[in-house]
């Protein structure tokens, strides 16, 4: 394993890592890997997939929840079929 220096903690921040810590049984070190490994799951969730469709990120946020059946992919169809029917028509002048 590798060592890494973090320089300029604000001491509030170091403080609030240290009471963790301890409140966890936890040494500094554990603690601040445990939340340096949190925060980059967090942000890689967070991150969408480049190229992914919102189709597929909807039916995966489903699929996340085993709530995906044949009537779902129909209902994702229809609805990409309308998205794409609906590309470039004019806006209708609601006035």
């Given at each position: 394993?590798?060592?890494m220096l973090i320089?300029?903690?604000p001491e509030p921040l170091k403080h609030e890592i240290e009471q963790a810590?301890?409140?966890g049984g936890q040494s500094l070190s554990r603690k601040?890997?445990?939340?340096l490994r949190k925060g980059m799951i967090a942000e890689?969730?967070?991150?969408p997939e480049p190229g992914v469709s919102a189709?597929?990120?909807i039916r995966g946020a489903f699929a996340a929840e085993n709530a995906i059946g044949d009537e779902f992919a129909e209902i994702m169809d229809?609805?990409?079929?309308?998205r794409k029917r609906d590309f470039g028509r004019p806006v209708e002048d609601f006035e």
């Open positions: 394993m590798g060592d320089r300029n903690i810590a301890q409140r601040a890997i445990d939340l890689k969730e967070s991150r189709w597929d990120a229809e609805i990409e079929a309308e």
